[in-house]
């Protein structure tokens, strides 16, 4: 029934949301056997209000076929969960390899000899993300919605304890010298367990919205999702240097990282994205190039050399699109506390990568459903449709990916089933997970089935899948959240907006609301400027709006003090601040469009989860909640006049809260 109650509500509220909230790219996919048709010669057009700048080539694609995207049943879950990586792990002895299964919440134990499969179950909702080894035939696994670590043992395939953390677990590593466990919140606390009795030695608050944990020598490295930075944490506690790569200067800037660990060497593997500083077009395929070449939304594989600076600025083009922080007034990007090594990756979804034992070989796949894309990045020695990739690695410098040096350096496959992880096993060989059918397929072409127990959705599916050109719903709110990117149009900045915690009640859509339906989203957006090859059917709009009804709420900060939130909460509600005015009801949106003197007039964003963000209002402006109460904040938003220094303070954790 409650499958059925969401269907019905997606239906209600049509499709298009899924990317286009902001700009991004949402796309179902295409029918087989439709044939697509060939991209005339690409052309580049001025924006308006940009001062000169120039759009990425427009793309004609012909008219959308009239046919269903999909053949055969719609499908939908009880439980889809958007794809995070990073779920397979090869035990240090190399014959049992240990997969996490966010969506049967389980975690399966496979003998890679006999090829048998032990399945430990958790708790409905506990989602399991990282796997760690520690000693003795231990396992740790971060629930990431359980908001605990889960111990196992592996001779029983048994859960043996499971300790709360944090509400938004991302990270985890375990360090044997010390015989503790790192475990990193999306809210920013990084926490120290005992690992033999998983007690609280440690928690340090850090930057907000943080995602793995590497251990080093003396040090630790943690990075944080949506900016792909990197944090080196001394032994007290403190952020000694941080860093963030720049693999396209000037045209597009470090976005979502998706996965990091070390590899043979001592460097750090970044796997992660780069979203565009160029003006974007609005015209038939215009989502689908940048005009530095390439995609909005390029894949980058980035080694990190966290004990090397860079020496010295790189010299590029002024360009008044990338950010002050990464550019110097010369034109410069700035030098870095740590060296980075960048390639261009093929694929369009989310991303994992793995390095073998040995340090000889790299394996890259796409969650993206992929269509064939006319866009999209493809490595020589493989297909379009292909969604892992193989290379030789030196151990120095990184091959190259898309174009492949060498016609046959990297070699494509396309693995059965939804690809969600990668790694390798003891002998070098690439064992590769599957989301739905839950299985484990081997270099050798064999595989295990991991459960009978069906996940399908069709909205799953739409909300991953390359448009065709080159991008997917994902790229831009991944983890069906938000990238934190702030995107040039014609008519101006605008930041990405996020999926989470109930979309379908925040019409009209697009920051200014001129898409007041989602039959003028899916038009504009979906089938215009992503170039749809084929047009939703009603049912499949439901599926997807259903799949993104589902999303929970980002969890608040950690660390808040819980009487300066209720103080700050009787500062929002009351009638001569203003702020209620607007932001109310369980949304605290009004879904109105209103002049708050900010340069225009734009729908009322919601503010759940706000405390997470890394940027705010439609431009961007605001870095921080504090900033709001600066010049990015307007000349007509409320009465901030009014409150003294601790009554903002009180405000801000009030909305840390949300």
């Not at 396209?248 to 590899?263: L, N, Y």
Request: with cysteine; net charge negative.
């Amino acid at each position: 029934m409650k499958v059925l109650n969401r269907f019905a509500r997606g239906l209600g509220l049509g499709f298009g949301f899924a990317c286009s909230l902001s700009l991004a790219a949402c796309d179902p996919g295409s029918a087989a056997g439709v044939d697509v048709p060939a991209p005339s010669s690409p052309v580049t057009e001025p924006v308006p209000g940009s001062g000169g700048a120039t759009a990425g080539p427009i793309i004609d694609l012909g008219a959308p076929a009239m046919v269903p995207l999909f053949p055969g049943a719609l499908v939908q879950s009880a439980h889809a969960v958007p794809v995070v990586g990073g779920t397979l792990l090869v035990l240090r002895g190399g014959q049992t390899i240990a997969a996490a299964d966010p969506e049967r919440d389980a975690v399966f134990l496979v003998d890679s000899l006999a090829r048998t499969v032990r399945q430990v179950r958790l708790q409905p909702g506990d989602e399991p993300g990282r796997i760690v080894e520690g000693e003795g035939g231990t396992l740790f696994v971060a629930l990431r919605r359980g908001g605990a670590v889960a111990r196992i043992d592996v001779a029983s395939a048994s859960l043996t304890s499971s300790e709360p953390v944090c509400a938004s677990l991302r990270g985890l590593a375990f360090d044997s010298k010390s015989g503790s466990l790192y475990v990193a919140c999306r809210g920013g606390a990084l926490v120290t367990l005992d690992a033999h009795d998983l007690t609280r030695k440690r928690s340090v608050l850090l930057d907000p919205d943080l995602r793995d944990v590497i251990v080093r020598e003396n040090e630790l490295v943690v990075t944080r999702f949506l900016s792909s930075e990197l944090l080196v944490v001394a032994d007290d506690g403190s952020v000694s240097r941080r860093a963030t790569p720049s693999p396209e200067p000037g045209c597009a800037e470090a976005t979502v990282a998706f996965r990091a660990f070390s590899v043979p060497g001592g460097q750090i593997a970044l796997g992660h994205q780069a979203s565009s500083n160029q003006a974007l077009g609005e015209g038939p395929g215009g989502y689908g190039s940048s005009a530095c070449g390439g995609n909005i939304v390029t894949r980058f594989l980035t080694l990190v050399d966290p004990d090397k600076a860079t020496p010295e600025p790189v010299p590029v083009t002024l360009d008044p699109n990338l950010a002050p922080s990464v550019q110097d007034p010369a034109g410069n990007v700035a030098p870095a506390s740590m060296t980075f090594q960048s390639v261009a990756l093929p694929g369009a979804g989310p991303l994992d990568l793995a390095f073998s034992p040995k340090g000889d070989r790299i394996a890259v796949i796409a969650f993206d459903e992929g269509m064939g894309s006319q866009n999209r990045p493809v490595a020589a020695g493989s297909s379009p449709t292909d969604s892992l990739w193989l290379a030789p690695w030196d151990g120095k410098t990184l091959p190259q990916f898309v174009p492949a040096a060498e016609p046959l350096a990297v070699l494509g496959r396309r693995p059965g089933g939804q690809p969600v992880a990668v790694a390798f096993d003891a002998a070098g060989k690439f064992v590769v997970q599957s989301r739905e059918p839950a299985m484990l397929e081997f270099e050798d072409g064999t595989s295990v089935s991991l459960s009978a127990e069906s996940h399908a959705d069709t909205g799953h599916q739409l909300f991953h899948m390359d448009s065709g050109l080159g991008v997917a719903c994902s790229s831009c709110h991944p983890e069906g959240g938000e990238d934190g990117h702030v995107w040039r149009f014609a008519e101006g900045l605008r930041r990405t907006l996020p999926l989470e915690g109930g979309v379908l009640e925040r019409a009209p859509f697009h920051w200014d609301g001129t898409l007041g339906d989602m039959g003028e989203l899916v038009s504009e957006v979906l089938v215009k400027r992503m170039g749809l090859s084929a047009l939703p059917s009603t049912a499949q709009v439901a599926a997807l709006g259903s799949f993104l009804e589902q999303l929970p709420n980002l969890p608040p900060r950690e660390g808040l003090d819980g009487a300066a939130v209720k103080r700050g909460q009787a500062v929002f509600e009351r009638e001569d601040v203003g702020c209620a005015s607007c932001h109310k009801g369980p949304q605290y949106t009004d879904n109105r469009l209103a002049d708050v003197g900010t340069g225009g007039k734009f729908v009322t964003p919601t503010l759940l989860g706000v405390g997470l963000r890394t940027a705010l209002f439609h431009d961007g402006c605001a870095k921080s909640l504090a900033d709001r109460f600066g010049p990015c904040g307007g000349t007509a938003h409320g009465k901030p006049e009014l409150l003294s220094a601790d009554e903002r303070a009180d405000l801000i954790a009030f909305l840390q809260s949300l």
